[in-house]
């Protein structure tokens, strides 16, 4: 069994994209943007921030309070796609209760969607026409490159259907060539379903839910999960302790799949800068 060092996968991308973003003639410019002070939510942002500021990006911070209107996002995300300077715009999500996100998010014009969530991208994404894929799966394919894990004829598992993790890794690991099941709160056999897993993916934010039983030997486990467990302890999907002694591969949480969607969104926005 081998822990996926997703940490020092996303290092080694980050420094292939310091020298990639050195060469550009312009250095690119990323704006993120923060409605309300969801503790979770603002780690993720200054993480994101930092990561910026080590590849060679420069990060535009804008933090509007719980208080702000629709239209203060939707004026500020309008003057955001206007600016010369910004290549990519990352909206935090979720946005705090009473805000329309889909109306929001329509107001970032594609080129500069460097999470992959316009229907523009996803489109292209279900044409396997890959553009802007969303960072999170986008991170997780670059896990199996860089183990050097095999998914055509696979039969893959993704757990979760949201548009922002489980439909464009489905949809990826498709292209890819893999046989794909996607399960959902409505799902029936869950368990059988996920015991028939070659490579199986989690993303619906329930602590410890995948259980060794539930898991093929020699099955690859990535836990895009990110919860706190009964005693406010960080954990993922995955009741890592017991399926880590069933799996060839599985990553961790924290460690794992986290700081590669970071990674991705740093990827991304080069593409989006060098595109111009
Ligand atoms: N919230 C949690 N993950 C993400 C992400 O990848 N992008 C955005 N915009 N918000 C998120």
Redesign the pocket.
Known sequence: MKIIDGKAIAATIRAELKEKIEKLPEKPGLAVVLVGSDPA?QI?VRNKIKACAEVGILSYSYELPDSCSQKDLEDLLDELAKAKNIHGI?????LPKGFDEEVAMSKIPTEKDV?G?SAENLGKLVLHEEKTV???PLGVMQIFKREGIELEGKNAVVLGRSN?VGKPMALLLLNANATVSVCHSKTRNLKEICRNADILVSAIGKPKFVKADMVKDGAVVIDVGINRDENGKLCGDIDFENVKEKASYITPVPGGVGPM?IAM?MYNTYVAARKE
Do not use: E, G, R, V
């Open positions: 939510s993720y990352l909206l935090q999500l979720p999470d969530f969303a960072c999170t922002t969607t969104l």
